[in-house]
């Protein structure tokens, strides 16, 4: 099976280009970015969303920042700030300082172009390994609820919980897929639904709230999602409402499994309560896409991110290798065996 994979970015002369994922499923837009101000708004306004593919969202805005190494290191901070929870993006700004070290500091720039294409090439091939990894997981015919988008669109490419699922499918497993419409900002209705029709993959939209009906009804045999970040202990953070679906697959017996590549793994942080979590514009909540659904002033506690604890996680899905039971100790021997 030859599924189509989209790429939600690029980098062609001289200039970041990406899908404007706030217009989708809709609207397919590429914007032209060349200054780093740019991609900074574009990951904030999550045009490009997703914690690989805002890693290298963050690796491309470093090479439109040079100028001179002053001038990048300059903008580093910014960058690896335009949002927090998501380790993937000052990881890439931390690799791309790197390269700064040993670059021509009046000329860094093809340096960093070098650095970026590995970054980006270098996550859709740890997304493929994550695929083959994962796929072995998952039974056929096998019923996926996932939450958010943790796919192609979220990635350089292909995807980490949906990469699972390409994966599965592609070796001739029987997929369907319960996609969570993920409020506030729809990302599983929106994105998810969108790239998995378009790659010929089974997908249902259940509002947030049907979870619990189908996990009651037996009709989930795995659970598959992406991270943000995860804690050198196994603690994950990712879209909001992620953790109250791993509870429910503990309570119904339902593995939960997380996809992610080692650079969401954040060795200096140990434990979920050490993430930085996310809150968004309360306008998100009241008036999404231009509708307004809740009195003038209401007060809104918005956070983008929750953190499930290890203790709810069956395993994390590597490029390395699946990381099973989870646990501090498991974490830091995948990371050895590197
Ligand atoms: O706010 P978003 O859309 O950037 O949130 C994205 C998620 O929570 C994803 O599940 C996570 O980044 C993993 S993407 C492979």
Redesign the pocket.
């Known amino acids: 099976m030859n599924l189509e994979i989209v790429r939600p970015c690029r980098y062609r002369d001289g200039a970041f280009e990406l899908l404007d994922?706030t217009l989708l499923p809709h609207e397919e837009k590429w914007l032209r970015l060349t200054h780093p101000d740019e991609v900074i708004e574009a990951i904030s306004m999550?045009r490009i969303?997703?914690?690989?593919?805002?890693g290298v969202a963050g690796a491309y805005a470093m090479v439109l920042a040079a100028g001179d190494a002053e001038a990048v290191r300059a903008a580093a901070p910014r960058i690896a700030a335009a949002?927090p929870?998501?380790v993937?993006l000052e990881w890439a700004v931390n690799r791309q300082l790197r390269v700064l070290e040993n670059a021509p500091p009046d000329t860094p720039r093809a340096a960093l172009e070098a650095e970026a294409a590995r970054i980006r090439d270098e996550d859709e091939a740890s997304?493929r390994a994550i695929g083959r990894h994962g796929a072995t997981l998952l039974t056929s015919p096998a019923r996926v609820l996932t939450?958010?988008?943790?796919?192609s669109l979220?990635?350089a490419g292909y995807?980490?919980?949906l990469g699972v699922i390409y994966a599965a499918v592609e070796d001739g497993k029987q997929v369907s897929v319960w996609a969570d419409e993920?409020r506030p900002?729809l990302?599983g209705a929106r994105?998810t639904v969108w790239e998995l029709r378009r790659a010929g993959v089974d997908v249902t939209l259940v509002a947030d709230s049907v979870a619990a009906t189908l996990f009651a009804a037996g009709r989930v045999d795995a659970v598959v999602?992406?991270?943000?970040r995860i804690a050198r202990n196994g603690d994950v953070a990712?879209?909001i409402g992620?953790y109250a679906v791993a509870v429910l697959a503990q309570v119904h017996g339902v593995p939960f499994y997380v996809?992610?590549p080692l650079s969401?793994i954040d060795l200096d942080c140990p434990a979920g309560s050490d993430i930085p979590i996310?809150e968004r514009g309360a306008h998100e909540v009241t008036d999404g896409f231009g509708v307004s659904t809740a009195p003038t002033g209401t007060s809104v506690y918005a956070p983008?991110?929750d953190v499930t604890p290890a203790a709810y996680v069956d395993a994390i899905i590597t490029e390395v290798g699946v990381i099973r039971p989870v646990s501090t100790e498991a974490i830091a021997a995948a990371f050895a065996a590197t």
């Not at 969303?49 to 805002?54: D, E, L």
């Not at 939450?147 to 796919?151: E, I, L, Q, R, W």
């Not at 999602?225 to 943000?228: C, P």
């Open positions: 994922q999550l969303r997703g914690a690989p593919a805002i949002r929870t998501a993937n997304c939450h958010c988008n943790a796919g979220a990635t995807g980490t919980a993920t900002l990302q994105l999602v992406g991270a943000d990712n879209k992620t996809a992610a969401t996310e983008a991110f």
